[in-house]
């Protein structure tokens, strides 16, 4: 069965701050994997979907990368700014299944 | 790209009675459709797994018999929480599977809150 965690569950930065969320998953097997954006008391905005048989995916000042052999996937985010603050949620799907989610990382960047 | 709605998006009703969201899919079909919950400052966790013309399967420490649900086209999805008591005060998300690239779009959630 699926298990996806992330770390930190945390993180606090200044602006302008590159920084790098991790989420970590035990079975290979995955077929999709999607980073979502959550605001207190608001539902899920998708931000990247890598699919399939892709590696990356890039929108913006977010980057996405998945290595399936290892069970990892980094979410980048290059020169944070305030209105990033908002808990990141990772989660995949076995082909067919339903997602997976992570417990998330709350991030706070500072002004 | 594919979008899936959900209504209401906020719901308050008095302990005891029954709410009916639902969760359809605009602009493909679906076959399969997944309800998650979503507790205060906690991550989603599936419900149960709605396939258009069967019965749902529901996971572990979910009671069919409270959490109705039923997928009668290939567009619309509905969870009925039934006798709903302040312990089901929760965020319900629906996703839809579909659409190119074989993938799931999320709803945007109902928050329910039960008085």
């Known amino acids: 069965k699926q298990e996806v965690t992330q770390i930190p569950a945390a993180l606090s930065v200044p602006e302008g701050e590159n920084l790098v969320l991790n989420c970590s998953f035990t079975?290979?097997?995955?077929?999709?994997l999607q980073w979502f954006r959550q605001d207190p008391g608001k539902g899920l905005t998708s931000l990247l979907l890598i699919q399939s048989s892709q590696r990356e995916q890039t929108s913006g000042r977010l980057n996405a990368s998945l290595d399936k052999s290892s069970g990892r996937s980094t979410l980048y985010i290059a020169a944070s700014q305030p209105g990033d603050s908002a808990t990141y949620l990772c989660a995949g799907d076995n082909y067919g299944q339903n997602f997976v989610f992570g417990p998330g990382t709350r991030l706070s960047v500072l002004p | 790209g594919a979008v899936v709605s959900q209504h209401p998006s906020r719901v308050i009703c008095k302990s005891g009675t029954s709410v009916k969201i639902e969760c359809r899919s605009l602009d493909f079909q679906a076959t399969t459709m997944f309800w998650y919950r979503q507790f205060p400052k906690q991550s989603l966790m599936l419900m149960a797994t709605?396939?258009?013309?069967?019965?749902?399967?529901?996971e572990q420490g979910v009671e069919k018999d409270k959490f109705l649900i039923n997928h009668a086209s290939l567009t619309l999805s509905t969870l009925t929480v039934t006798s709903a008591h302040p312990e089901d005060s929760s965020f319900y998300i629906c996703s839809a599977r579909g659409g190119s690239g074989d993938t799931q779009y999320f709803g945007p959630g109902t928050r329910l809150t039960v008085l």
């Open positions: 079975d290979s097997a995955i077929y999709n």
């Open positions: 709605s396939n258009e013309g069967s019965k749902a399967t529901y």
